[in-house]
C-alpha cells in the first residue's frame, strides 16, 4: 500500500524567502505526482502535475522536482508572499491517488 | 469553463439521518472520484468511476454508503444512516483519461462540509 509523507507539517516563514516543501512516497512505480494548495474551508486546486518520465515542471514562482528512485518529491517556492498561506499536499498516482497529510504554510508579512 | 460543481456546500443532520451529495464534473471529463477529507489529513478515495463504471470502490463503507454515476456524468453519494464519525469534507473530482491506464490531471470541487450531531 503507497503511503505520502510531507514534512515539515507546518512552516511559517518571512515574506520574500524561498522554501521547500518535501514529500515522499513508498512506492516508486507511479504514473504522475501532483502538487495542490488548500486554502481553509476550500477545494483543492492543482498547481503542478509532473508525469513519471519528467524530473520537473515549473509554473511561475513554483518549481516541482520528482525523483522516483528514491520516492522523493520537492515543491520549491520562490519569493514568498502572504498570498502564498495555505496547506500544500502532494499526491500519487498509482492504481489510485493518495494524498500526504498536507504542509500548512504561513508567510509572515 | 465550469469546473467541477458540488451541492449542498454544508449539510447539519443528526445521526442515523440520511444524507445525499451531488457531483457535476468539467464537460468531457469520463473518470469522477468522491474523496473525503478529515480534519488535518490529506483526502481519502471512496470511489472511482471511469464512465458509469466504478472501477474502484475498494474504501467505500458498502453497509452505510452508495455512490452512483447514471449517464456516465453527474454523480450522487448517498450516506444511509449517517454516524458521527462521518462528520467531514466530501470532495468530488473529476479527471480525463485516456487509454493506457495513465492517470491525467484532477480537478476538485470545491466540497461538501457534513456535520452530523
Known amino acids: 500500500k503507497q503511503e505520502v509523507t510531507q514534512i515539515p507539517a507546518a512552516l511559517s516563514v518571512p515574506e520574500g524567502e524561498n522554501l521547500v516543501l518535501n514529500c515522499s512516497f513508498t512506492d516508486s512505480a507511479i504514473y504522475n505526482l501532483q502538487w495542490f494548495r488548500q486554502d481553509p474551508g476550500k477545494g483543492l486546486t492543482s498547481l503542478l502535475l509532473i508525469q513519471s518520465s519528467q524530473r520537473e515542471q515549473t509554473s511561475g514562482r513554483l518549481n516541482a522536482s520528482l525523483d522516483k528512485s528514491s520516492g522523493r518529491s520537492t515543491l520549491y517556492i520562490a519569493a514568498s508572499q502572504p498570498g502564498d498561506s495555505a496547506t500544500y499536499l502532494c499526491?500519487?498516482?498509482?492504481?489510485?491517488?493518495?494524498f500526504g497529510a498536507g504542509t500548512r504554510l504561513t508567510v509572515k508579512p | 469553463e465550469a469546473g467541477v460543481v458540488q451541492s449542498p456546500r454544508y449539510k447539519i443532520i443528526e445521526k442515523k439521518q440520511p444524507v445525499a451529495f451531488w457531483c457535476n464534473p468539467i464537460s468531457g471529463h469520463n473518470t469522477l472520484y468522491w474523496y473525503r477529507q478529515n480534519l488535518g489529513q490529506g483526502p481519502e478515495l471512496l470511489i472511482r468511476y471511469e464512465n458509469e463504471e466504478a472501477v474502484d470502490d475498494s474504501q467505500l463503507p458498502k453497509d452505510r454508503f452508495s455512490a452512483e454515476r447514471l449517464k456516465g456524468v453527474d454523480s450522487t453519494l448517498k450516506i444511509q444512516p449517517a454516524e458521527l464519525g462521518d462528520s467531514a469534507v466530501y470532495l468530488c473530482a473529476s479527471s480525463f483519461m485516456a487509454g493506457g491506464g495513465s492517470y491525467n490531471e484532477q480537478f476538485f470541487g470545491p466540497g461538501t462540509r457534513l456535520t452530523v450531531l
Open positions: 499526491a500519487v498516482s498509482t492504481y489510485d491517488m493518495r
